[in-house]
């Protein structure tokens, strides 16, 4: 499933400032940090991320609930890579790699698994951690 784009809106104006304030510590929520593409500006994207590990590196899975085309998304690719803050760590991320949710949830650690399975979406993006 996949969440209208009005919603998205929304969000981007009244909800994430709001989610900013504590995203970035409290699981599974953190902040994807990136730079603007076209205006260089630094941008903080919350978002939820699961901690992963696919052919033996570590990472993170954040559900596309909005679809792939996202602006935060695009920024990181070509850039090359961005941040996340997650649990008070910030940690670099690279090579996105859009995936179903069932691919992705083979990947997810620990408790998280059951709970990212029953999550309602159906596009997930997988980072490798660079730092």
Same mark, same amino acid.
Not at 6 to 19: D, E, K
């Given at each position: ?12 104006? &009244? ?16 902040? &994807?940090?990136? /730079? ?10 919350? &978002? ?5 590990? &696919? ?18 998304? +695009?920024?990181? +690719?070509?850039?090359? *890579?961005?941040? /996340? ?6 940690? *670099? ?11 992705? $949830? ?6 998280? *698994? ?9 596009? /997930? /993006?997988?980072?490798?951690?660079? $730092?």
């Amino acid at each position: 499933m996949q969440f209208p784009q009005r919603l998205a809106r929304f969000n981007r104006h &009244v909800t994430n400032p709001i989610q900013r304030m504590w995203a970035g510590w409290l699981p599974p929520f953190a902040i &994807v940090e990136h /730079v603007g593409r076209r205006s260089g500006k630094k941008y903080r994207t919350p &978002v939820n991320a699961f901690y992963t590990t &696919v052919d033996g590196r570590v990472g993170i899975a954040i559900p596309l609930a909005y679809g792939p085309d996202r602006d935060w998304l +695009k920024n990181i +690719k070509a850039a090359g *890579g961005g941040q /996340v803050q997650r649990n008070t760590k910030t940690f *670099g991320i690279a090579d996105p790699r859009i995936v179903t949710k069932t691919e992705a $949830s083979q990947y997810v650690h620990g408790i998280w *698994g059951p709970i990212f399975k029953n999550l309602p979406f159906e596009e /997930v /993006v997988l980072f490798t951690k660079t $730092s």
